[in-house]
């Protein structure tokens, strides 16, 4: 496989080797002491999988007491997954990465615990699949507004399909205020 990093610290697209042939495909979508290597050293406790229409944007989540690692991938369809650095001591505080990722390259996203993430689905169905480095907590829920200014994030959908919930969740600025 491949790595490759970006802007963020930790945060790395991983490129697993595709085995093409007129049946189909094979690709190993996790092994431990590969990830290990390539510098991914954490253990995934939880797994989860989403299924979203065209247009649902999910995010941008993280967790407070208990920050979750993530390593994203589109198992069906495309997204344009997002890691945003929200540690305010961070030199790269606010600084935000975009990726795609589909069911064609097999791509996929690590995102350490600290990031909020979030995707949006950019396919008529699309399902994701990610391992967790933490349980999910209820109550532990953090979440910041996909269209917040402050972040000024180039989603490439003008007007995505948002929960309530997520609609709802703080500005950058609101979320720094609430650490004080």
Known sequence: MDIETTALPGVLLIKPKVFPDARGFFIESYHAQRYQQAGVNVVFVQD????????VLRGLHFQIAHPQGKLV???????????????????????WVGITLD??????LYVPP?????????????DVSYKCTDFYTPGDEGGLRWDDPDLAIAWPLDQPLVSDKDQANASLAEYVESLV
Not at 48 to 55: A, F, I, K
Not at 103 to 108: P, Y
Request: hydrophobic content about 30%; glycine content about 8%; overall charge neutral.
């Open 73 to 95: 991938r589109a198992v069906r369809g495309e997204i344009w997954d997002v890691a945003v650095d929200i540690d305010p001591k961070s030199p790269t505080f606010k600084t």
């Open 114 to 126: 600290g990031y909020a993430h979030g995707f949006v689905a950019l396919s008529e169905t699309v």
């Open 48 to 55: 989860n999988h989403s299924r979203s229409t065209r247009g």
């Open 103 to 108: 069911d064609q390259q097999h791509h996929q």
